[in-house]
């Protein structure tokens, strides 16, 4: 069974700093990694597919990297409004739709 | 833009049948794959299930057993329902839109807002 491991947990950022998530797959995935932003109350929001894929309307700040089975997410410079749980997610390798437990992006 | 919007009842008694629908507005439920998602309070999120437009459908080893997820073209919706559920069934029941092929089934680029199910007597 297909695994998804991220890591850390829990990040503490400073507004205007750098963060990086990252995301283990226990077998290889190719690119097949999407990654989302959920807020409280609120539904996941796409920000990357294909591993470094910005979504429609996503801003700069965000990028993602990787293959395999190692992927990041790097938020450039913290907003406000990027404080929030992240999560990683393969698409393709059967069962497909795997989640990886979440990373908290929390202020400083 | 695509909307998305699930709806049914939020309190289900353990051993029932959880049963819900999504409902798709500004666009066509045809050429897509449309999901179920879940997430329990305070959890992660866990894919239930999926099913193509024209009936096809994929569903979660860890649940295929009490899962059954159809479709009606000509209402634009697609429902979910869940055997003998438990406790361990409560949570907030997304519905998602995925790719135009398999190899993007379960990548979501529009949302439900979610809906709470609480399974307790």
């Known amino acids: 069974e297909l695994v998804m491991t991220q890591s850390p947990a829990t990040l503490s950022v400073s507004p205007g700093e750098r963060a990086t998530l990252s995301c283990r797959a226990s077998q290889s995935i190719g690119g097949n990694l999407a990654w989302y932003q959920q807020k409280p109350g609120q539904a996941p929001r796409l920000l990357i597919y294909?591993?470094?894929t910005r979504a429609t309307g996503i801003p700069a700040r965000f990028s993602g990297s990787g293959s395999g089975t190692e992927f990041t997410l790097t938020i450039s410079s913290l907003q406000s409004e990027d404080f929030a749980v992240y999560y990683c997610q393969q698409y393709n390798i059967w069962p497909p739709g795997t989640f990886g437990q979440g990373t908290k992006v929390e202020i400083k | 833009q695509v909307q998305l919007q699930e709806s049914g009842p939020g309190l289900v008694k353990p051993s029932e049948t959880l049963s819900l629908t999504c409902t798709v507005s500004n666009g066509s439920i045809s050429s897509y794959y449309w999901s179920w998602i879940r997430q329990p309070p305070g959890k992660g999120l866990e894919w239930i299930g999926y099913i193509y437009y024209s009936g096809s459908t994929y569903y979660n080893p860890s649940l295929k057993s009490r899962v059954t997820i159809s479709v009606d073209t000509s209402k634009n919706q697609f429902s979910l329902k869940v055997t003998s559920v438990t406790a361990a069934d409560t949570a907030v029941y997304y519905c998602a839109r995925g790719g135009v092929a398999v190899a993007a089934a379960t990548l979501f680029d529009y949302w439900g807002q979610g809906t709470l199910v609480t399974v307790s007597s």
């Open positions: 294909v591993a470094s």
